[in-house]
């Protein structure tokens, strides 16, 4: 069973009741090319931010909610531009395993330059008085971003982080992810 099938109806259920007036956003960071944790968050009601480098078709036309805006870049630990090792399973492209690493088990030795900008840049430039759920799925830098809740005010930590983890390893373990 997908994790997804899981956490949506858990996120579905448990977002209303920490947060019944809506006051934090939701930010969905690594959206991916199937199910969009963003798009749940917008039809709950909540002001939604999208993070996600190569954003696909569907993934573009979804930011036409009104709650939900999309970042075409990553989430980081620096402000810039970092390299971005283009995904691959079976041998095949597959953007959902894209990372920052290029150690990640799914990243390739294709790549491009992208723009990222930290958590605390984000809320800054977003405008952020109150986060009620941080998803992260980030291909092996999750740990990165993670390490920026220590920096944030209390009043500025999420109520909820959720975050997917398949137990890619780095290449230099040689197991499957």
């Known amino acids: 069973m997908r994790v997804e099938v899981c956490c949506q109806p858990l996120l579905a259920d448990l977002l209303p ?3 019944p007036q809506r006051s934090g956003k939701c930010l969905d960071v690594g959206v991916g090319t199937f199910a969009f944790y963003c798009q749940l968050f917008a039809e709950l009601g909540f ?13 573009k036309r979804l930011s036409d ?38 150690q990640w088990f799914g990243a390739s030795r294709n790549q491009f330059v992208v723009s990222t900008l930290t958590l605390q840049t984000l809320i800054k430039q977003e405008a952020i008085a109150a986060i009620t759920c941080l998803k992260l799925d980030i291909e092996g830098w999750e740990w990165q971003v993670l390490q920026q809740l220590s920096y944030l005010s209390p ?5 909820v982080v959720m975050f997917e983890y398949g137990g890619g390893v780095n290449r230099r373990q040689k197991q499957k992810g």
Do not use: W
């Open 155 to 159: 009043d500025l930590l999420p109520k």
């Open 17 to 19: 009741t920490i947060d």
């Open 65 to 102: 909610y009104s709650q939900l805006k999309l970042l075409p870049m990553c989430l980081s630990d620096r402000d810039g531009e970092q390299t971005l090792y283009l995904g691959t399973f079976a041998g095949l492209f597959n953007s959902n395993f894209s990372s920052l690493s290029p």
């Open 47 to 59: 002001e939604t931010i999208a993070v996600e480098p190569l954003p696909v078709k569907k993934l």
